[in-house]
């Protein structure tokens, strides 16, 4: 069973694009054609740019063109400040060169997710944690320009919270406030463990159906808002069906070191290793979601990371120290 | 110094129709034209209707024609079970009756104000005790079909933590969600410190501009939204000015007492009234405000009873304990 | 490797007694001795007392002596209001006969866990649901009488919070306030997900050292306290350890099916399947919970049936529709 | 009706030694024997430090011998970065003299209030913007020793939710911790308005009963806990009955300006004063707050200058940025 058929048997959800391109190269063993890889290691962090640019691109990753960005910073597990600092910089690097805001730019922020479940709040927490100016500039436009750009900001809450569906109601703002991007950020689903809490991906593409923690059924993205959509993700859980199927795997892969074992290997049923997986499981398949003990202050930490990056990029003309104030 | 001199000089906001007939009698001794007012004396509130039905009435009592109706019950600050309950059942047949919903008709609960202030918490707190209903209709609309009705909610935040007019919000989400009514629900300003948390007003104008415990500038109305509003208001503070000003009103009537005193009376100038509440009131005037000290746990009963009230008028199919589990 | 391995190999805490005497009688095939299980099936519930009644019992289970009661409620999960009352009478009688309070017992709830991680929340949210009236009685002891009891409540927040022994402030307080008993109210682990939010154990012994989600390294039990503790818990995650062996178990299973590879089974290293399963949860090991998407709603549920029953039964002369109204 | 009459009759509470002092001197025109005062005015705050020295001046004072110091510093309203800065120092510094802690010293934070309700939540909100430390001390005692104080922290909750007075709480607490310092953070009552959200008291009595916004009966001090107990106080509200006596007040000052009407004055019964008043207030008398709107951004801004004061103070050996990284 092909990681590729596990993603479609047990509806799991591979959010990062990062992790897509490798399935997709580790099943054939060859490039994906139409897609571009850039792979930057910096000192914190490695920064891989993967540009879908085809419509065979399309196809084969399952996502639109566009670029996506990842910034694997695993010392966001710990508590180092200058560390933060230096990954913070890089953050706001990247969004500089994707937005390419003008002076007069405006935003909305939107932050997906629900409060009320820790793994599902990096949204909210990240929206908290954000300099909110637009309504500022009815009153004194003259003085802030070229130090702080027109932010709004909402996290509009969930489906099951409102009863409308998250595109809906950002739509609906969009409409009203005009902003030239919507920023959205969610937390995701990963397809590896290590990536929980250290990993953000910013995509241009906006947000696609189905992806992220909760069940968000409807995209966030240029052609559901009628507006730029860049998406800030950061992985928080894996699926559970992953982790079991990695165990299986690493067994299979036992089995293949002696040649006895190997024709086991070859005719074991992949529908055998389907009924394990579904048992072991039981009674949830799909919806079950794997994080660390410590995910709340790995959530705390990012927020941090990303609501500082946002700052940086958006408001170029306040120091961080002033910025760190303006907050409530 | 009267009254309505008070309310323009130093900007205090009287929100309750109720209170505003009340000066506008009291200062003229005559019937205000073009209003009709009704009392009704129940075991447990004295629910009063107030119509404004003319120009005149509009001009007078400077707010638009329409209903306001005002459910005086004191007993919401004693913790009595059967009492809240009864207040419950009051509150919903004053509802059933200004919304006249058909069986398929659809809400946009608004929670207005600022869940960080618990002044001006009220809005969203109902908005979390109430049942949202309408992502179900997607998956089973048959089955709900006289049970429930389809709602949603959502509580948009403050201007402050948005950079967004509240008005502008909802008016986006009520552009796609296409609701029959919106129900606002605010705290208010009272005129008198016995209405603090045990009077509800319902009004089937919305909001006015201006209104509210916060400071929304937008009103929230058919003009604003586009659609019928009921504003469900609950007084949680007064205005210091207006506690200030009775002291002052209270010493005046006592001078007033004694025939050489009332000489003295006549001669006081309104002008040196006006300053010793300026004085008092130092450096904040009109934006200061009184609650007593359990108005957190007032609100939370108050917020219950409304909560209760929407859930017997919306979903008249299910039981009052079925109710209760529903919510979260 | 047996699942007694796995558990001492991955550091994996099996909180629940009823879960600890399944994996020993299915390993050994033979009743544990010492330890007495009587199982009582209900309409709603399966209700399993398991006493552990003799020093090797108390070796076996790795447990202290006293009596541990299940209930498993599989329709917790599901939104119906009478099935939820119903399964709060039955908690209720189980815990009527546990603590088996006189008219004047006075008991301190303490809300085990940390309120900002979810599956780490339920002590606290029953806590919060709790009606709490100790202070009450020094007013007006004599009208209270045979209606309340003597309630007070603590959630303390945990090691990370605060800096200090959850037991060690419990312990504090126990000394002033010299309640009955002490309920504490935990989330748990369990060692297989139907249990997660469905399962609720009582235990008469208190709290062993180092069980809960969270990690809590000193017990909360009588021989730390100096008084008389309940443990309420209920399991809100899996260890991800239990679910990648399950996998591999299963996989076992299905190659002892055929003779042939019966033999490949038997020859299998433990070792391998510790590497293995250390690969797969990666870089994690012990620390890795598996919660289901909902999570957040099945502890609402399940809070709110804990503090139903516990109302019951330390409350009995006030009717549960007053009670409702009691908390705020 | 004198200000020290009005504070009897309604129950008012002075929780500022500085008011204090300046109603008896106001009111004698004379120095207070046992009580001496210094001022120091700085860019950004005045300093004012009143010892309280005899019996005498404990007797005039109604409160214990020791140091009480004010910062003073309305600049706290604006949102100016460098200005807060300042601020936090001129605390730091004063709160190094108070404390003269050793490098091995020993702290408890305690946060009192409810954290539910915004003007009593100022030390639930220093709290979780305090690093604690006290129990990383069991793993690496060395390498933190010179760097970090081991400081522990709770923010028990009022007696309304717990059921238990918080002082017990806390002196079960200092049994088992042992701190060489309480430092106790609470919401105030100021007398006058200019003080709410920008003065700061330190005392190093501890608190005294019945102080603070809720209604606390038991003193928090050495005297009940057993140890050293600093307070520190921010005045979040003004009793409505000062800002009704001070209306009353400058009518009074008004009609001394003329000769004739200073006899009316002369003539003025004080109980017909203390009439109006209780008039002004009903139904609540002496337990209504006046505050401001912005009352929980003057505590948020507050909160962090009072949190980062005693990073500084607390935490010599880390650096401000490595201080905001480490908190949650």
Same mark, same amino acid.
Request: hydrophobic share 40%; glycine share 8%; aromatic share 4%.
């Given at each position: ?153 909402? =996290? +509009? ?9 998250? !595109?809906? $109601? %950002?739509? #609906? ?117 794997? =994080? +660390? ?9 990012? !927020?941090? $990371? %990303?609501? #500082? ?20």
């Amino acid at each position: 069973m092909k990681k590729s058929d596990l993603i479609r048997e047990f509806n799991v959800q591979i959010d990062m694009a990062v992790e897509a391109h490798e399935i997709l190269r580790g099943e054939s063993g060859n490039e994906v054609p139409g897609v571009r890889m850039i792979k930057d290691e910096l000192e914190h962090a490695t920064v891989t740019t993967i540009d879908i640019e085809t419509e065979q691109g399309v196809q084969e990753m399952g996502r639109p063109k566009g670029s996506y960005i990842t910034i694997d910073a695993p010392e966001i597990r710990e508590n180092n400040y200058l560390v933060h600092q230096d990954i913070t910089e890089t953050l706001a690097k990247e969004l500089v060169k994707l937005l390419n805001l003008k002076e007069d730019s405006s935003v909305l922020l939107v932050g997906l997710g629900n409060w009320n479940a820790t793994p599902d709040a990096l949204g909210p927490q990240v929206i908290e944690k954000s300099l909110v100016t637009r309504h500022l500039f009815q009153f004194s436009p003259d003085e802030l320009k070229g130090k702080l750009r027109k932010v709004s900001a909402i =996290a +509009p809450g969930v489906l099951g919270i409102t009863g409308i569906e998250t !595109a809906e $109601i %950002i739509r #609906g703002i969009v409409e009203h406030v005009k902003p030239d991007w919507v920023i959205a950020i969610d937390a995701l689903a990963a397809g590896s463990l290590d990536r929980i809490g250290t990993s953000i991906q910013l995509a241009n593409t906006g947000i696609s159906p189905g992806s992220g923690v909760g069940n968000k059924r409807v995209g966030i993205n240029e052609e559901t808002l009628g507006c730029k959509v860049l998406a800030i993700g950061l992985p928080t859980v894996v699926n559970a069906a992953i982790i079991a199927h990695n165990c299986l795997e690493s067994f299979m892969d036992e089995l293949k070191t002696s040649p006895s074992l190997f024709r086991l290997y070859k005719e074991f049923n992949p529908k055998s290793l389907e009924n394990i997986l579904s048992q072991a499981l039981s009674p949830y398949s799909g919806n079950l979601m794997v =994080a +660390p003990k410590e995910i709340d202050t790995l959530i705390q930490s990012a !927020a941090r $990371i %990303i609501a #500082g990056a946002l700052g940086i990029c958006l408001h170029p003309g306040i120091s961080r120290e002033e910025y760190q104030m303006y907050l409530q």
